[in-house]
């Protein structure tokens, strides 16, 4: 930890009077938010004791993020007493992927999910399916006794993102959302010296997630097993009320399409939102999001064949919530420069490391006697398995992981409201009691879903 030089006794003096003067805050721990009446859930029923072995079902194992689970949870299996007794995916090169690699039998492996949920020797499910199937998943996951990890974003519209919080409401059962950014030491660190006055009165939070993809985002190797014979399509479209003729374009690269996917908002900004959200120590529904997307570069052009994406190339959203602070989240695949991470508060600024590993606090001048400047360096940074573990570790305890539903659920706002912000071009308010929509007049916009418009 890197050290200021020692303060005058003037500036001690007022040092001692600005902590006085937020004795009340600093008595709030950084995770108080959670023990609040407002947040209060059942207890998680089924918590297994520290010693049981968790038993986990993943489904969807493609090669990306499910593949990277399945692997993750198998190898440290020791470490964290845990074994990988079932998967489910449409696709079966997927499938005998899994079997090979967690040593699992034909009879652990489904194109069904539900038949994973009515097996008895499973406690827990990770779901790494693409955003349509992720609501009623987690609904009959949790409904059968399962604790669920589900995949960011939490679902693919609003609606049903409130029917998983009502159930984990219901069910008690441990959540996580698969933000692991949010299991990074630096960001409970921010949330901790926001809550005890460090930085004053909050302003706002600004994250970025930038890259160039020369040759389109999400424009994934199309595999020559991608056939209707090998994939059940109709098991993959899920919900969705355009129901294309099978296609391999869309199987591999859904992100691209609003049937699927709100894009950027639903892949990337969910990354930096959650953060800077569980960062405030306090994390609110928002009541007012706008939003801009763009796509003007057309990098889907430099590859003969492929379609041009539905979604933007490039997108900012802004979020305001009832304290006043604001968060606003660029996310871009069209250019990699990224000014950083930064919460700024009336009295100084904390610069956060891109993994969440160092804090860097600066006074604002008008506040220099009052608060050292001070940089905290080796916190845990993100990492995918510290985030997985914390869900195993809260199946055993009861606890409240850390991208838990209360954080979800409003993170989901923010991104299902800067998705109708931008394609309806308008600015949504948000009323949390009656969870309603509307646009600056007032008139009452209705929720974005399944069949609202031609692309879902």
């Not at 079932?86 to 539900?114: H, I, M, P, Q, T």
């Not at 190339?313 to 996310?331: D, I, K, N, R, W």
């Not at 950083?340 to 891109?354: C, E, K, L």
């Amino acid at each position: 930890m890197e050290r200021p030089i020692a303060p005058s006794r003037s500036g001690l003096a007022r040092r001692e009077f600005l902590k006085k003067s937020a004795t009340a805050a600093a008595a709030v721990a950084a995770t108080s938010w959670l023990k609040s009446p407002v947040y209060a859930q059942a207890p998680s029923t089924g918590v297994l004791g520290a010693n049981d072995r968790i038993r986990v079902g993943i489904i969807g194992v493609g090669f990306g993020i499910g593949q990277n689970h399945l692997q993750g949870i198998h190898e440290k299996a020791n470490e964290n007493n845990t074994v990988v007794v079932a998967a489910c995916d449409v696709f079966n090169k997927r499938r005998n992927w899994a079997k090979e690699k967690a040593g699992l039998k034909d009879s652990d492996l489904s194109v069904d999910y539900r038949q994973m949920l009515e097996r008895k020797d499973v406690d827990a499910v990770l779901i790494a399916t693409h955003d349509p199937l992720h609501a009623q998943m987690c609904i009959d996951a949790m409904n059968a006794g399962k604790h669920v990890y589900c995949e960011k974003p939490l679902t693919r519209y609003l609606d049903e993102a409130f029917r998983v919080y009502d159930t984990v409401k219901k069910t008690g059962k441990i959540f996580q959302v698969g933000s692991q950014g949010c299991s990074a030491a630096g960001w409970h660190k921010c949330a901790e010296l926001i809550q005890k006055g460090g930085i004053g009165k909050l302003v706002w939070g600004q994250g970025y997630y930038c890259r160039n993809s020369l040759k389109g985002e999400w424009n994934y190797m199309i595999e020559a097993e991608s056939t209707p014979e090998n994939i059940d399509w109709e098991k993959w479209l899920g919900p969705v009320k355009k129901r294309e003729p099978f296609s391999a374009e869309h199987f591999h690269r859904w992100r691209k399409y609003y049937q699927y996917c709100s894009g950027l908002l639903g892949d990337l900004v969910p990354h930096r939102l959650h953060p800077l959200m569980l960062a405030s120590g306090n994390p609110e529904f928002p009541v007012r999001v706008c939003c801009i997307g763009t796509k003007n570069v057309l990098t889907d052009k430099t590859v003969p064949g492929t379609p041009i994406r539905d979604v933007p190339e490039h997108v900012q959203l802004l979020a305001e919530f009832p304290s006043g602070y604001m968060v606003t989240v660029t996310c871009s695949t069209v250019n990699a420069k990224s000014p950083g991470f930064a919460i700024y508060g009336h009295a100084a600024t904390m610069n956060i490391g891109s993994s969440g590993e160092r804090i860097e606090l600066v006074p604002e001048k008008e506040f220099a006697e009052e608060i050292d400047p001070e940089t905290i360096t080796g916190l845990q940074p993100e990492d995918i398995r510290v985030h997985e573990k914390n869900w195993f570790d809260c199946i055993r305890s009861g606890k409240q992981p850390n991208a838990n539903i209360e954080l979800a659920i409003r993170v989901q706002t923010v991104i299902s409201l800067a998705e109708m912000a931008d394609r309806l071009r308008i600015t949504c308010l948000f009323d949390e009691k009656t969870r309603k929509i509307t646009d600056a007049s007032g008139k009452e916009v209705p929720v974005l879903t399944y069949g609202t418009t031609d692309l879902s």
